[in-house]
């Protein structure tokens, strides 16, 4: 695939803005903030910068003429939260005279690596027309990767595959999500099924707002509900698929945005549930339920929106059996919480259900807790302040056990070496956003960090987008749990302790599903040493990169990106000034 343009001279990249939260991996925020950016690139042979007029950073609140740049807004609280919109028609961008001096400008960020420009070469049979062999143990799926042996592509899933005829007769979806491309979302659905109601829930405001449902005009079948987001810095940061079938009902929690950067090169997880039939008319309320108790947690989420586009599907998904859901959901919604709330949500939602329903191990201060995410949020100046003092305790809960352990703690983030070796070279970084302003408060934060390498599933080159947290066994043979989610290493999404521990308060929706190994009748998952190609019943759980984890060397760097790297070039002979 040639994409050495897609940083090309036109510079037509998605439209930017930053807002000052580092939650996000992606891509434009809480929209009160917009200044005349740049979109600078160098290319080897031709090393001309593109760019707009000189820009500033911008103060939060104040509103500044919108070109195709970036922004940023200056709180300390959280920098770098970032999202992604792309917008076509964006003014071309004449060359830079390289006399004129300009001005020298602390918080800027690097141009979009994709707008509408992302061309891939799909393979012939990148879809499936067959029912293809998924492993219906846990039913967790990683995306299809283009440019890899077939085989690591046997039993992954495209957006296209999740919309099939062969999954079900589509009457009705809903798309939660961060970022939309609304045209080509609307491509994705079979032919057949392209004009059936689609509710798109988002946090967009303002002009984010505006774009979006411009975007939509073509479209009279997609409608809009809008989450509420009234804690600053906070993101709609879910991604759900809600399906409505003549057959039945089902759910995909998942970890791309919709946008076609998100579904071809980066690695990306989803689990999708079965298809929960429909229940016998008559049934009581509490029909349906799983053990996990997926039905009334999933409608507790919904009912966290207060919105009333959502009733009918509240209403529906009450009409459903879903008691076949193995897994347990774990969500975030913006508040702040008190008293038995604590639990509902973030990351002591996570540490009850790691009570509740894991057991203590033997020797448990050596089963390490691996944590692997695409953004980076502030930390604080140290470990104790938020990592280990209230993140890493939960991820250290194994029952009801009084032993409060200190394992190992493998943190996994791709190093520059990683983004530039990448199968979209150095613009895979425009969906990695910890900025140097991030960064340079917490290198403490570094030491922890791994490698991201995945050869047992072909996609050491296809750069993370999705994240996971698990606890392995000292030798990484077996796992205690394993999560999927939106949730980036973040106190938005997760939450963070305020008033003396009584109250937790969360910025962020985020949702994410926990596998643990007693409601699949187990004592630990084994790890799935060769995930591809899929078989049905493996009973292996699938972890999407190579366990054990590769430390940093002295020589890696966590990537930033928001600092030029022009030493070397990446794999399509680019090289990265975000200017």
């Not at 077996?478 to 106190?491: D, G, I, P």
Request: with cysteine; proline share 8%; glycine share 6%.
């Amino acid at each position: 695939i040639d994409k050495s343009n897609s940083m090309s001279q036109d510079s037509q990249h998605g439209r930017w803005t930053v807002s000052s939260s580092d939650d996000d991996d992606e891509h434009l925020p809480p929209s009160g903030t917009k200044t005349s950016g740049q979109s600078a690139a160098l290319n080897q042979s031709n090393p001309v910068k593109y760019e707009t007029s000189p820009s500033f950073a911008g103060k939060r609140k104040k509103e500044v003429s919108d070109s195709a740049g970036w922004a940023l807004s200056d709180s300390d609280e959280d920098d770098g939260d970032v999202k992604k919109k792309s917008v076509s028609n964006l003014p071309k961008q004449t060359p830079h005279s390289p006399n004129t001096k300009k001005p020298k400008v602390e918080k800027e960020r690097p141009p979009s690596p994709h707008g509408r420009l992302y061309y891939i070469d799909e393979p012939e049979d990148f879809f499936e027309s067959s029912i293809p062999c998924l492993n219906d143990t846990y039913r967790f799926y990683l995306n299809k990767v283009t440019g890899l042996d077939k085989k690591y592509n046997s039993g992954a899933l495209h957006i296209r595959d999740i919309l099939s005829p062969l999954f079900g007769t589509l009457k009705e979806s809903v798309q939660f999500n961060y970022c939309f491309d609304i045209a080509w979302m609307v491509q994705q659905y079979p032919s057949e099924f392209r004009d059936r109601p689609v509710l798109i829930v988002h946090g967009d405001k303002r002009e984010a707002k505006a774009r979006l449902v411009q975007q939509a005009q073509p479209f009279p079948h997609v409608r809009f509900c809008q989450a509420k987001l009234d804690i600053a810095f906070g993101t709609h940061h879910t991604k759900m698929m809600l399906l409505w079938y003549e057959e039945g009902f089902r759910v995909i929690i998942l970890t791309s945005n919709l946008i076609r950067a998100d579904w071809y090169q980066k690695t990306q997880g989803m689990w999708m549930s079965p298809l929960f039939p429909r229940l016998p008319k008559g049934s009581s309320a509490t029909a349906g339920e799983s053990s996990t108790f997926f039905k009334r947690d999933l409608l507790e989420y919904l009912a966290s929106y207060r919105a009333p586009e959502l009733e009918e599907w509240i209403q529906r998904i009450k009409e459903h059996d879903l008691s076949e859901a193995r897994v347990y959901l774990v969500g975030s919604t913006p508040g702040r919480y008190v008293g038995s709330d604590m639990e509902r949500w973030g990351h002591l939602r996570l540490r009850k259900l790691l009570y509740d329903h894991t057991n203590p191990i033997s020797g448990e201060e050596g089963w390490p807790v691996i944590g692997q995410f695409s953004s980076i949020g502030s930390m604080g100046l140290d470990k104790t302040k938020w990592l280990a003092g209230e993140f890493q305790r939960t991820l250290t809960t194994l029952g009801k056990s009084s032993i409060r352990p200190d394992p190992p703690v493998h943190l996994l983030y791709p190093s520059v070496e990683d983004v530039r070796m990448s199968l979209e070279g150095y613009p895979a970084g425009g969906s990695l956003p910890y900025s140097i302003q991030t960064a340079q408060k917490q290198l403490w934060l570094h030491s922890f960090f791994h490698r991201w390498k995945a050869n047992s599933t072909g996609r050491s080159h296809a750069m993370p987008h999705i994240k996971t947290y698990m606890r392995a066994s000292p030798d990484f043979t077996q796992l205690a749990w394993f999560l999927v989610t939106s949730a980036n290493l973040s106190k938005a999404a997760w939450g963070a302790l305020e008033k003396n521990n009584t109250q937790i308060m969360i910025r962020s929706y985020e949702l994410g599903v926990l596998y643990v190994p007693s409601a699949f009748n187990m004592k630990t998952f084994p790890v799935d040493k060769n995930p591809f190609p899929v078989s049905s019943s493996s009973s292996g759980f699938p972890v999407p990169f190579d366990l054990p984890p590769t430390c940093y060397s002295s020589k890696d760097q966590p990537w930033i990106w928001n600092i030029p790297y022009s030493q070397a070039p990446d794999t399509h002979g680019n090289i990265w000034v975000p200017s």
